[in-house]
């Protein structure tokens, strides 16, 4: 996979999708302080730390010039209202998983739809994937939706540990070939 540049936008009719750093950590706090938010990451502790997620967006430009993850802040109207990502690249740069949250506020509006749409685009065009993976908790209906939408193959059911919720959740896993 040939790394791409730290410059890299990817612009939609209504957004614009940047490379996330330092600077978002305290608008993606105020998101994540958001129960409904939070309780659909199983990754995300509720409520959220503040140095935890600074550190975590501090690491953000490392994990790009590594290869590992390719995380962008989603702005609309030069506010970030969210971040898509796509991380756990595997070592042959072939296979990543997507991952997206938004403020409540901006929910229902088709941006988490929009944005991933170019995110998919960029993945399998110029990063050079092959195949991107997905999951979601059971209970999210509009998760749920947006994997149907895009052809995604569900590929089987897990409980995994959710952070927010102190539980098990079940899991749905999916996967889009290019
Ligand atoms: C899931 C999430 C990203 C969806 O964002 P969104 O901008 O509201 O999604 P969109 O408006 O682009 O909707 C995508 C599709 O899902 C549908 N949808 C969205 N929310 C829905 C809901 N709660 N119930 C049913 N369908 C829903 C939309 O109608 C749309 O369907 P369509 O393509 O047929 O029109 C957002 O709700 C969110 O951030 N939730 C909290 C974090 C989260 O769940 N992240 C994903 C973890 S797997």
């Given at each position: 996979m040939l790394l791409p540049p730290r410059s890299t936008v990817l612009t939609t009719d209504r957004l614009l999708l940047r490379p996330s750093d330092a600077g978002d950590a305290a608008r993606a706090f105020e998101i994540r302080s958001d129960p409904a938010v939070a309780?659909?990451?199983?990754?995300?502790?509720?409520?959220?730390?503040g140095d935890e997620t600074a550190d975590w967006f501090a690491d953000h430009p490392r994990e790009w010039a590594e290869g590992l993850a390719f995380r962008f802040a989603i702005e609309r109207h030069d506010r970030m209202i969210g971040l898509i990502d796509l991380d756990d690249v595997s070592v042959d740069g072939r296979e990543a998983e997507i991952g997206v949250w938004l403020e409540q506020?901006?929910?229902?509006?088709g941006y988490a739809g929009e944005a991933a749409r170019a995110v998919v685009d960029w993945a399998f065009g110029p990063?050079?994937?092959?195949r991107i993976r997905a999951g979601h908790a059971a209970d999210n209906a509009g998760s749920a939706r947006m994997v149907e939408t895009f052809g995604f193959r569900h590929v089987g059911d897990v409980a995994v540990p959710s952070r927010s919720r102190g539980e098990e959740v079940l899991q749905r896993r999916y996967v889009l070939e290019r």
């Open positions: 309780r659909m990451l199983s990754l995300a502790r509720f409520p959220p730390d506020a901006c929910w229902g509006r990063l050079g994937l092959r």
